[in-house]
């Protein structure tokens, strides 16, 4: 079976560093680019950055860029989502999901979700 | 950059009805790099439909996916409980790379 799983559920302080894991299985990790998804209470779903495992080519979104640090270890199959200075504002859900490309005319989607994994940021 | 409208924000109908969802592009969108998700209370969102049309594995037929250009719809032609959730479109642009979600419509039970 194809799935990601990620950690658990993080409680922690403002100014704290964090790193959360995405571990894939039941395919080739390195052959499929990682995304970060965030969700914010009640809110709806930001694209973070992906990751190819493969080679570690990272794109971020421009939201994210500079606030988090998208990394992979291809030896044991998993990707991290890491803050170096947590904020109250990135308490949310985090989802890793798989990016797949389908062909020319299908184009591409995320076709494999992390269960996600929740963050809380407060003092 | 792209940016995705749904409407309505939220749909009230019974099981058994249809559902008609709509995704307005700011700009015209490649078809092939549309895509809808449903996302039900506590759950990570699930892919539904690809490339604007084409449905994910396991989806079952009652959902389908039309449009072209900046105006795409998502269908549920007969409501089963089980659909009465959040649905997101989302598109990817290439230069640079980036994958934008719309807000969501959420169908309710009426």
């Known amino acids: 079976e194809v799935q990601l799983v990620q950690s658990g559920a993080e409680v922690k302080k403002p100014g704290e560093s964090l790193k959360i894991s995405c571990k894939g299985s039941?395919?080739?990790?390195?052959?499929?680019?990682i995304g970060w998804v965030r969700q914010m209470p009640g809110k709806g779903l930001e694209w973070m950055g992906i990751?190819?495992?493969?080679?570690?080519?990272?794109r971020y979104s421009p939201s994210f860029q500079g606030q988090v640090t998208i990394s992979a270890d291809k030896s044991i199959s998993t990707a991290y989502l890491q803050w170096s200075s947590l904020k109250a504002s990135d308490t949310a859900m985090y989802y890793c999901?798989?990016?797949?490309?389908?062909?020319?005319?299908?184009?591409?989607?995320?076709?494999?979700w992390g269960q996600g994994t929740m963050v809380t940021v407060s003092s | 950059e792209i940016v995705l409208t749904q409407s309505p924000g939220t749909l009230s109908l019974s099981p058994g009805e249809r559902a008609t969802l709509s995704c307005r592009a700011s700009?015209?969108?490649?078809?092939?790099?549309l895509a809808w998700y449903q996302q039900k209370p506590g759950q990570a969102p699930r892919l539904l439909i690809y490339?604007?049309?084409s449905r994910a594995t396991g989806i079952p037929d009652r959902f389908s996916g039309s449009g072209s250009g900046t105006d795409f719809t998502l269908t549920i032609s007969r409501l089963e409980p089980e659909d009465f959730a959040v649905y997101y479109c989302?598109?990817?642009?290439?230069?640079?790379?980036?994958?934008?979600f719309g807000p969501g419509t959420k169908v309710d039970i009426k």
């Open positions: 999901v798989r990016y797949r490309y389908y062909d020319i005319l299908t184009g591409n989607a995320f076709d494999i």
């Open positions: 039941g395919y080739s990790f390195t052959s499929y680019w």
């Open positions: 990751i190819y495992p493969g080679d570690s080519d990272t």
């Open positions: 700009q015209s969108v490649s078809s092939s790099y």
């Open positions: 490339g604007a049309s």
């Open positions: 989302q598109q990817y642009g290439s230069s640079p790379p980036a994958f934008t």
